[in-house]
């Protein structure tokens, strides 16, 4: 099942993707697709619905949002390839980098991304993204995560690399600047997805290509992944992980191409659908 929500933002409509590639609004059923929604069997509900086909097709729309509304956290896992971490080089590490960025980055897929002011070093990061369905709290196992991810989805986890490795402190600043995370187009369910790592990454930059992964080589997968964040925080339903990004970063490129304003990134992942985003300037 592909679920995604569109309109102009803050305005958005739930919908799922039905046969034929027909948008059905879900409207009926629940005024977003949000944490509430993904831990309140609204899935399963979207099923039922879609099988008696009562779902009304959505109105015409410019827009694709993000699809799951108002994240409470977006967590990042960093090195996690190992082709990335030798490319920036840095050491493999022991236990997966973990760091946050602000929740209010994620905008949609295809919408203009803001070189911030000030920045020459503005990257892009090819991820998989996963969106939690239920609370992920001291898992017992990697295998217990499994049941709590309600779907993935495409993540660009833009980066400003000076703010980020230059400018003191943590990752932090070089990762929450506005319109940083555009997420989806579709949340795609577990079902749908099969083996999260067998997935193929790419992302081109003015038509150049620049990365090409694939998640099997992950140096922790995502279950792992979910269930070691599960020892230092609770997630909670509609929380996003972004769980890293294969070589080919601008920052790990000789000569380093950082993006600017004008530019045109797109970003897919096998079966998740496709990004296209245009460089502004903020």
């Known amino acids: 099942m592909k679920l995604l929500r569109v309109g102009p933002p803050g305005s958005e409509r739930p919908c799922v993707m039905g046969p034929g590639d027909r948008v059905l609004d879900l409207s009926s059923l629940t005024t977003d697709i949000d944490g509430a929604f993904l831990a309140g069997g609204g899935v399963d509900r979207v099923r039922t619905a879609l099988a008696e086909g009562t779902l009304p097709e959505a109105e ?45 980055t994620v905008v949609g897929p295809d919408d203009e991304v803001l070189v911030p002011r000030l920045s020459v070093k503005t990257d892009y990061e090819v991820e998989l993204a996963v969106v939690l369905g239920g609370t992920a709290r001291y898992l017992s196992s990697p295998e217990e995560a499994a049941g709590l991810i309600a779907g993935y989805a495409i993540s660009n986890d833009v980066s ?15 990762k929450s600047c506005e319109t940083f995370n555009p997420l989806g187009p579709w949340l795609v369910t577990p079902d749908e997805v099969g083996d999260p790592q067998a997935l193929g990454l790419r992302l081109w930059v003015n038509g150049e290509q ?28 509609g929380d996003v992980v972004n769980t890293g990004t294969p070589a080919g970063v601008a920052l790990g490129r000789g000569p380093q191409a950082y993006l600017r304003e004008g530019d045109v990134v797109e970003v897919e992942v096998d079966g998740l659908g496709r990004q296209r985003q245009r460089m502004g300037q903020a």
């Open 60 to 104: 015409p729309y410019e827009r694709v949002g993000a699809p799951v509304a108002r994240p409470g956290k977006v967590v990042c896992i960093g090195l996690n390839y190992s082709d990335h971490a030798e490319e920036t080089g840095a050491a493999i590490p022991a236990e997966p980098v973990v760091f946050m960025k602000a929740s209010n």
């Open 210 to 237: 620049r990365q090409n992964g694939n998640t099997k080589n992950q140096i922790f997968g995502v279950h792992h992944v979910i269930w070691y964040l599960s020892q230092f925080m609770v997630l909670d339903p």
């Open 160 to 174: 400003e690399r000076e703010f980020q490795n230059e400018r003191g402190g943590q990752w932090d600043k070089g």
